[in-house]
């Protein structure tokens, strides 16, 4: 009688993930495994999936960060939905572009904008902290 050995694999599935929050994945027990980039595409669309890769030697953060998926900046929607949950108040788009410029983060033009070289509403000293600390959560700073 022939003995068959079994090879049992566990998969645990979480996500999805933003690429914000990618380099988070750093657990060396479980952040490892195969990862999916979907995004969008000058031809096809958006929601396409352009990359697959494998995460086997090191984390899920790591490995994904060296591809360069990661320097991605957050929209000012993210940046708001962030400053809400964790301060509890919303942020003005004005107030974000103005901690850009601050932080050498060169942000658009607003077609709103009535001078280039003023801005009607500032970020108040008070909410600034706040704001970077965004910043920083989604690693552009």
Not at 11 to 34: F, H, K, M, R, S
Not at 59 to 86: D, N
Request: aromatic share 12%; charged share 25%; net charge positive.
């Amino acid at each position: 009688m022939e003995i068959a050995k079994t090879l049992l694999i566990n998969i645990e599935w979480e996500g999805p993930y933003n690429l914000v929050d990618l380099p988070t994945l750093t657990d060396t027990e479980t952040d490892y495994g195969v990862y999916q980039i979907y995004g969008k595409h000058p031809v096809y669309g958006s929601d396409v999936l352009l990359y697959i890769g494998k995460a086997d030697l090191q984390t899920l953060g790591k490995r994904i960060s060296q591809e360069g998926w990661c320097f991605v900046m957050a929209t000012y929607k993210q940046i708001q939905e962030y400053v809400k949950k964790t301060y509890g108040y919303s942020a003005k788009s004005c107030w974000i572009a103005h901690m850009k410029e601050v932080c050498g983060l060169k942000p658009k033009m607003s077609a709103r904008r009535y001078s280039p070289h003023s801005r009607v509403h500032p970020c108040p000293e008070s909410k600034q902290k706040d704001i970077k600390e965004a910043f920083k959560h989604f690693n552009m700073i």
